[in-house]
């Protein structure tokens, strides 16, 4: 049988499903993970990340289950919304790839005046440092309040922002990559859900087939 028949396009519609069901329950292992060790305590950093994946999750369930029983209205809707998600990651996985050093700042700098006091204080002992850029009256008021390691070995801390500079562009070339990675297998997922659900199961009564 080529590999353009029934029973291929069920079973690669199946695989893809199971992997984008095995990336969902990794993101909510990894954010269990993180908030069981205490590595990041903020509830929407965990939150989001857990939406992100029952998202995932229930987007792989919905195309399973339409893949394994040919079932037209689920296949339809998991096309749509599957389309939709690859159009929202393509165009945040080109954002992280174009934003420049200046761009970066500019955001780091917006970010870090949102946060609470809580999580600002974790990312501070986290990378070691104390305060974020030395450009307002805030920083003296941020470093007085620092608990990083840093402050007690020395006089001075290294400045948290240039410490995020320092990881952001990698960080965001990788996050780029691999949006624009999964964007295109989801865009994959789209053309197989469309081809096999025009395909007629061959098992099948010719009578049923609409």
């Known amino acids: 049988m080529v590999c353009g028949g029934f029973a291929c396009s069920k079973n690669a519609l199946c695989a893809l499903n199971v992997v984008y069901m ?14 069981g060790l205490g590595l990041v305590s903020s509830i929407h950093i965990i939150g989001g990340v857990i939406a992100v994946g029952v998202f995932l999750l229930l987007i792989a369930v919905a195309g399973l289950v339409g893949a394994v029983n040919h079932h037209q209205v689920l296949l339809f809707f998991y096309m749509i919304i599957l389309g939709l998600v690859f159009i929202f990651q393509f165009g945040i996985s080109c954002s992280c790839l174009a934003i420049n050093r200046s761009k970066q700042t500019d955001v780091i700098n917006a970010s870090w005046w949102v946060m609470s006091n809580k ?16 450009l307002t009256t805030l920083y003296q008021q941020d470093y007085a309040f620092c608990t990083a390691i840093c402050k007690s070995r020395s006089s001075t801390c290294q400045m948290c922002g240039e ?10 070339k990788i996050l780029g990559g691999v949006g624009l990675f999964f964007s295109f297998t989801e865009i994959l997922g789209v053309w197989l859900a469309m081809r096999f ?8 009564n010719p009578s049923a087939f609409l």
């Open 22 to 35: 095995l990336v969902g329950l990794l993101l909510i292992g990894v954010a269990a993970w993180g908030k």
């Open 119 to 134: 999580t600002r204080d974790e990312l501070e002992r986290s990378f070691d440092c104390c305060g974020l850029f030395n």
């Open 163 to 172: 410490k995020f500079l320092k990881h952001s562009d990698e960080a965001l």
């Open 197 to 204: 659900r025009n395909q007629k199961d061959p098992r099948a």
